[in-house]
């Protein structure tokens, strides 16, 4: 994500959300029993705090976004099991994941800490995009595009208007401390209503074991 954007963007000004009785599926990584992420993240926001058109993502929502797979209403709860169950049996054996978070990425719309190795990742992704596919008869996207495109990252916070990208940027750099985690499993979560309400339901989670238990 280079350059470095010299502008923020509202990131709800034209997008498209569900309404309160909607919900949207998603594939994610859940990092907020994490206290390691969770001291980096706190850190990162405390710096921004001065910041009051940053909409600070809660600690114990925070996560990486695997795979986008589309309207709850349309998966149903039969689907949603039928996909957890598929992805237990294509992670069934794969040992958890040792990634490093640290460098900063700056994008239009958000703050995010890149997560890394890609490669070493690929495997999740790959598991949820299988499972949608094989249950749901799409791929899913990442952010509306492609998975190929798809770039492991925390977000710490979102922009809520048009405002200068360079005192953010110069608030809090372009690294941090490097933290290790080990990911240890995949979620399947819907989030109902407006992304700024945080309304999260966890459907279920795939462990990854290297005894595949």
């Not at 000004?13 to 990584?29: L, N």
């Not at 029993?33 to 114990?60: D, N």
């Not at 958890?96 to 890394?116: C, F, N, S, W």
């Amino acid at each position: 994500m280079s350059p470095l954007p010299t502008q923020f963007t509202d990131r709800w000004a034209s997008r498209v959300e569900p309404g309160p009785d909607e919900g949207i599926v998603y594939w994610h990584v859940l990092l907020g029993h994490y206290p390691q992420v969770c001291a980096m993240v706190s850190a990162a926001q405390e710096r921004l705090a001065s910041f009051p058109r940053l909409h600070m993502t809660p600690r114990h929502w925070l996560h990486i976004t695997t795979l986008i797979v589309g309207s709850a209403d349309e998966i149903g709860d039969g689907r949603m099991q039928a996909m957890l169950a598929h992805a237990r049996q294509s992670l069934s054996g794969s040992a958890p994941i040792d990634a490093t978070i640290g460098r900063i990425l700056y994008h239009p719309e958000a703050v995010m800490l890149k997560v890394q190795p890609v490669d070493a990742l690929s495997p999740i992704l790959k598991a949820a995009q299988s499972a949608t596919r094989a249950v749901v008869g799409r791929d899913g996207t990442v952010n509306g595009g492609s998975t190929a495109s798809w770039t492991p990252h925390v977000t710490v916070c979102y922009s809520t208007a048009r405002q200068p990208a360079e005192p953010v940027i110069s608030a809090l750099g372009k690294e941090l401390p490097s933290c290790d985690i080990t990911i240890d499993a995949l979620s399947l979560v819907v989030q109902r209503g407006p992304e700024r309400l945080w309304d999260w339901h966890v459907i279920g989670s795939v462990s990854l074991t290297a005894d595949g238990a």
